[in-house]
């Protein structure tokens, strides 16, 4: 069995889960996002494409409802015991399937909790799910019970945040040397997955940002790659990833002499980050984060330019992104606390003047100040 933590962990996490369902008065949880599964069970695969469920019973009686092609997956990844299988057919409906199975839990009549809001749950499975279940119980949204105990990590989930962000220093490490006049992206972007792939690494939940010229403005991946020229700019968003935990860093190199605005962007960039760990700590939430952020952008005059949000919480995640639920952005009111991986990024595009500017790295939050979990200073990059 591959198990990424002592089975003791997994136990008190299911505690934890079960203490939070009482507090909500939930006889049961059904857990759709595969992040919640890992988290709580190590089950780890990408069968959430299609219908899974994990049903979670307020005593900690757990049943997983899947296909027959993760059986096995299930049986090797996870401390779960009870395996259901629906049958792929015509027309099948595993809504069907998990009502049936919930009846077998003695479940009829209960108050049971869904997490709606994840990659794991399609519109026409939720469809499906509460046509079945509506007359069964009492139905409500508990999306974000399981999302938010995931928030604080445990001493050894930080053991692989640490690794994942040496794996995401490694990555900048094998692409520095090769960015220059000429370089190519295609090149570039190979020696970063490498690195983490060789350092033992993963996939990560998305793929890689790489663009430059024009492109070095978009904070997406898109296909298609090209040749740097003599004078060019390069946006770089990447992660290290270990056992599924993320850890992300963001860059733009500047190819050439600098433009006065490229410098002109990047001590905001600076500023800005250096406000943002004063206010990354205990005694703030999430929401301070970002009026810090967006302080110091309009006051440089440069509100057209920034987002609507500078970063958010990092954990074990599954495609297709990285990103928590909890992000830097007005008006949210959860608390920073000790022992969060948090990813605080600067993005400025000037599409104005076509200026690409982009900083960030993951800090993990302690009792006081946070701490940078990159080894590579915050520099301007120029190559």
Not at 329 to 336: D, R, Y
């Amino acid at each position: 069995m591959a198990l990424h933590f002592e089975r003791d962990e997994y136990a008190a996490r299911l505690e934890r889960l079960t203490a939070g369902m009482r507090e909500e008065k939930l006889d049961a949880m059904l857990l759709f996002a595969q992040e919640s599964m890992y988290w709580l069970t190590g089950y780890d695969t990408f069968g959430y494409c299609f219908f899974q469920c994990l049903v979670v019973k307020a005593d900690g009686t757990m049943a997983l409802l899947t296909r027959s092609a993760d059986l096995r997956q299930a049986r090797q990844t996870s401390v779960i015991d009870n395996v259901v299988i629906w049958v792929d057919r015509v027309n099948a409906d595993p809504t069907s399937d998990l009502k049936n199975l919930l009846s077998d839990m003695d479940l009829l009549g209960a108050k049971i909790g869904v997490e709606y809001d994840t990659h794991g749950m399609t519109g026409r499975i939720a469809r499906l799910l509460d046509q079945q279940l509506t007359a069964f119980g009492t139905i409500v949204d508990a999306s974000y019970l399981v999302s938010r105990l995931r928030l604080v990590k445990s001493p050894a989930e930080i053991a692989y945040v640490e690794r994942a962000a040496a794996l995401a220093d490694d990555a900048l490490d094998a692409a520095l040397p090769l960015i220059g006049p000429g370089a190519d992206e295609a090149d570039i972007l190979a020696a970063m997955q490498g690195a983490v792939f060789a350092g033992g690494g993963d996939y990560p939940a998305n793929e890689f940002i790489i663009g430059s010229g024009a492109d070095a403005l978009l904070c997406r991946y898109k296909a298609g790659r090209r040749r740097l020229d003599a004078q060019d700019q390069l946006t770089l968003e990447w992660a290290g990833v270990s056992a599924h935990y993320h850890a992300a860093m963001m860059r733009t190199v500047v190819i050439g002499t600098p433009t006065h605005r490229h410098q002109e962007l990047f001590s905001a960039c600076v500023e800005n980050i250096q406000a943002i760990e004063a206010v990354l700590r205990p005694g703030h939430i999430f929401g301070d984060v970002f009026d810090t952020h967006a302080r110091i952008m309009d006051e440089r005059g440069l509100t057209r330019h920034r987002l609507n949000a500078c970063g958010y919480s990092l954990g074990a995640r599954f495609s297709p992104s990285w990103m928590e639920h909890q992000m830097f952005h007005a008006g949210n009111v959860e608390e920073i606390k000790p022992g969060m991986s948090l990813f605080v990024h600067m993005i400025i595009m000037d599409s104005d003047s076509g200026t690409a500017m982009t900083l960030g790295q993951t800090y993990l939050t302690t009792d006081d100040a946070p701490r940078a979990l990159s080894r590579h200073g915050l520099d301007f990059l120029n190559r």
